[in-house]
């Protein structure tokens, strides 16, 4: 229902974690959950105002900050374990497929 708040839980480290993320013009922010069962449960959520510069950005760049920003505010949640990144903004789509750059030596 719409009018009760969602029950955080605790991270579980037997299951995947997903970062959603998502920008506006006037800020930032992104939800850390995991599936248990047949359901998405949330950990945590993030969000941010804009300053002035940043609401200046393009739609991309503010895009990538709410990615960038989040996993910064999550990095806890996150350093050392695959996690799954979603974000609605099909120009950073390739961020999803990034691969370890290789050496130019």
Do not use: M
């Amino acid at each position: 229902a719409l009018t009760s708040a969602p029950i955080l839980t605790y991270p579980r480290i037997d299951k995947v974690s997903f970062l959603d993320t998502d920008a506006s013009n006037e800020g930032i922010g992104a939800v850390l959950f995991q599936n248990i069962g047949n359901e998405e449960r949330v950990i945590a959520y993030f969000s941010k105002s804009l300053v002035k510069p940043e609401r200046n950005y393009c739609v991309t760049r503010k895009e990538l900050l709410a990615i960038v920003k989040s996993i910064e505010h999550f990095h806890h949640y996150l350093y050392g374990r695959k996690f799954l990144l979603r974000t609605d903004h099909a120009s950073l789509k390739w961020l999803l497929n990034f691969k370890e750059p290789a050496s130019s030596d």
